[in-house]
């Protein structure tokens, strides 16, 4: 079976795709995968087979519209802004996703290269398969990911209700690209007004849900079809070897605290240097500083504080006492599998809905929205995480469960039984 996996979005978005592709790779199964002209090192060094998709989602993320937009954390202007952007580029997205799928069996995406994915698969007749790597399908068990958690009180039918709400509203943003893109590119006629859920292409396949059910429970309401396979880690960097002002800051001293933000940038990086150093001077924490995406900037910074660009998480998070990050999906899921209590801070989109659940599940403090974060409620955070026994516990035994876990196998396993 030869397959084409879109993969849109941060470097935490796309890196779960990788590890699913060289799962199926190893299965013996032909994987090409589409995605950004930015991860070309990442999908070769994995030894997958690449195809460009224009656009430099970096640059996106770091333009002072962006970052304007991320601090104030409106999820619906956001929504807006990347649909005007996805208008602009659908055209290209629909010509490089027809020439990476020229001889494809299947082709399958996340929630970012759905629509696409779709219309290709429209296209080509062939089956499309959605592996979200959050909840996507509608439930009555929780309220959907751009949901306050809180409106779970009003029960399953209004939980139910939500989810199909997210779905519109991501939807209706990016219709008319993908309208423009049926029609100029593909040939297609428009998807329906509601979206293209009922596609043909969706018939009989699998719904593969990349998230550990230790974290979120499969939902009993869920089709057999859809399943919550596990998280889809890339392991290949476990052996990774720390530049030496990081190793003997870790051997200097007790395990320190990793924050970063990832892709989520900051109109005034100084500014939030400055709130996390004098934040960990008030909890008496060292920190490991991951300034990421322009989260953060170079700054007179005491002895108990280092600042490097990134570092493998899977490496680092279990070196730490204890983790502060925006809640992206592959930085919660590697966070929660390091066994060490978390912290989100979350700018917009469904880093709520997992900063809640952290906090739900017992391993985290509550979340702290982007815009209320401030010295005190931040120190106060990081010192729970640093001495409260029954959380650094339950952290514990809830990144014990993620690691016996093997979501890519599973996975693999699923996608394969509904081919037979």
């Given at each position: 079976?030869?397959?084409?996996?879109?993969?849109?979005?941060?470097?935490?978005?796309?890196?779960?795709?990788?590890?699913?592709?060289?799962?199926?790779?190893?299965?013996?199964?032909?994987?090409?995968?589409?995605?950004?002209?930015?991860?070309?090192?990442?999908?070769?060094?994995?030894?997958?087979?690449?195809?460009?998709?224009?656009?430099?989602?970096?640059?996106?993320?770091?333009?002072?519209?962006?970052?304007?937009?991320?601090?104030?954390?409106?999820?619906?202007?956001?929504?807006?802004?990347?649909?005007?952007?996805?208008?602009?580029?659908?055209?290209?997205?629909?010509?490089?996703?027809?020439?990476?799928?020229?001889?494809t069996d299947l082709i399958l995406a996340g929630i970012g290269g759905m629509n696409t994915g779709i219309a290709l698969a429209e296209k080509l007749g062939i089956p499309f398969v959605q592996a979200p790597v959050v909840p996507f399908t509608p439930t009555a068990a929780f309220p959907g990911a751009l949901f306050p958690q809180a409106v779970g009180r009003l029960g399953g039918t209004v939980n139910r209700f939500s989810h199909h709400l997210v779905r519109q509203v991501m939807w209706q943003g990016f219709r008319g690209a993908d309208s423009a893109a049926r029609q100029q590119v593909l040939g297609l006629p428009p998807a329906p007004f509601f979206g293209p859920y009922r596609s043909p292409s969706l018939v009989g396949q699998p719904v593969l849900c990349g998230v550990s059910p230790s974290v979120i429970p499969q939902p009993a309401d869920w089709g057999e079809n859809v399943h919550m396979t596990g998280y889809w880690f890339l392991d290949a960097e476990d052996d990774w070897t720390?530049?030496?002002?990081?190793?003997?800051?870790?051997?200097?001293?007790?395990?320190?605290?990793?924050?970063?933000?990832?892709?989520?940038?900051?109109?005034?990086?100084?500014?939030?240097?400055?709130?996390?150093?004098?934040a960990l001077a008030q909890a008496g924490q060292r920190a490991v500083l991951l300034s990421g995406w322009q989260g953060m900037a170079t700054t007179d910074l005491p002895d108990s504080i280092l600042m490097i660009e990134s570092a493998p998480h899977a490496w680092l998070f279990p070196r730490t006492a204890a983790t502060v990050h925006h809640g992206g999906a592959g930085t919660t899921a590697a966070a929660l599998r390091a066994g060490k209590p978390s912290l989100v801070i979350p700018f917009f989109g469904d880093q709520p809905f997992w900063g809640q659940r952290i906090a739900d599940l017992g391993v985290g403090p509550a979340p702290i929205p982007r815009k209320r974060l401030a010295v005190d409620n931040l120190a106060q955070a990081i010192q729970q995480m640093a001495t409260d026994g029954a959380m650094r516990r339950k952290a514990d035994v809830l990144g014990a469960k993620i690691r016996a876990e093997d979501g890519v196998a599973r996975a693999v396993e699923l996608l394969c039984e509904s081919r037979l």
């Open positions: 079976m030869r397959l084409t996996i879109i993969a849109s979005g941060s470097r935490g978005d796309v890196q779960p795709y990788v590890a699913l592709g060289k799962g199926l790779q190893q299965a013996g199964h032909g994987v090409r995968l589409l995605t950004h002209e930015n991860y070309a090192t990442l999908v070769a060094a994995h030894e997958l087979e690449f195809w460009p998709m224009r656009g430099d989602v970096q640059a996106v993320a770091q333009s002072a519209e962006m970052q304007a937009l991320l601090e104030k954390g409106n999820f619906l202007a956001i929504t807006a802004h990347t649909a005007k952007l996805a208008k602009e580029a659908a055209l290209h997205w629909a010509e490089d996703g027809l020439a990476s799928c020229q001889g720390p530049p030496p002002a990081l190793a003997d800051f870790l051997a200097a001293g007790p395990p320190p605290v990793a924050i970063g933000f990832g892709s989520m940038s900051n109109r005034n990086p100084a500014e939030m240097t400055r709130l996390l150093v004098a």
